[in-house]
């Protein structure tokens, strides 16, 4: 029996090892974008619209805006800039830590509502967490009215590449219902 023990404990302690740097290498800040507001709604279908274009200092929004273009026009959706509906986007980038609050303008007595998650550092945690914050609205031209928006938001490291295709992909189907 003391065989036994001594001859299985070496072979153990490896697979101990891997599993507990397995599951750390799989604790990532990562998250997948969800869906946090939206509001109004869009036309039953959209053939053509304008998506403001970002200035070009403006690179993650620049980004942003390639995926959203890509996401409309397998969509079917042509971009023009006569069209009668304009598109606008944003995106942010915030400490994970920090909560996101509305409140309304000029009144005191409402307390501010949280519009956006937390996420806390975790013992685990290779990096600093990060908030990305993206948004899409739908205007009508002629009156210039809001008809339909989203936003959305995902965590990830600090110095890592946004979800650029997973948010315009979330917001797009947003859009068109779906």
């Not at 974008?33 to 109004?40: A, V």
């Not at 609050?101 to 967490?129: H, L, M, V």
């Amino acid at each position: 029996m003391t065989e036994y023990c001594q001859s299985r404990a070496p072979s153990a302690q490896p697979a101990i090892i891997a599993l507990a740097a397995a599951c750390l290498a799989g604790c990532s800040v990562q998250s997948p974008p969800e869906l946090r507001t939206s509001i109004g709604t869009a036309p039953s279908s959209i053939a053509q619209m304008q998506l403001i274009a970002p200035d070009s200092d403006q690179t993650q929004r620049g980004q942003f805006h390639q995926a959203v273009s890509r996401e409309l026009q397998q969509r079917g959706v042509t971009l023009s800039e006569t069209a009668g509906l304009v598109a606008d986007l944003a995106m942010s980038v915030s400490p994970g830590p920090v909560g996101v609050f509305a409140s309304e303008a000029g009144k005191t007595d409402n307390q501010p509502t949280q519009i956006g998650s937390t996420r806390k550092s975790r013992w685990y945690d290779s990096c600093e967490a990060v908030r990305v914050e993206a948004s899409l609205a739908l205007y009508d031209r002629t009156s210039g009215g809001l008809m339909k928006s989203g936003k959305a938001e995902s965590f990830m490291c600090e110095n890592g590449a946004p979800p650029y295709e997973d948010l315009a992909r979330l917001l797009v189907d947003d859009l068109f219902g779906s």
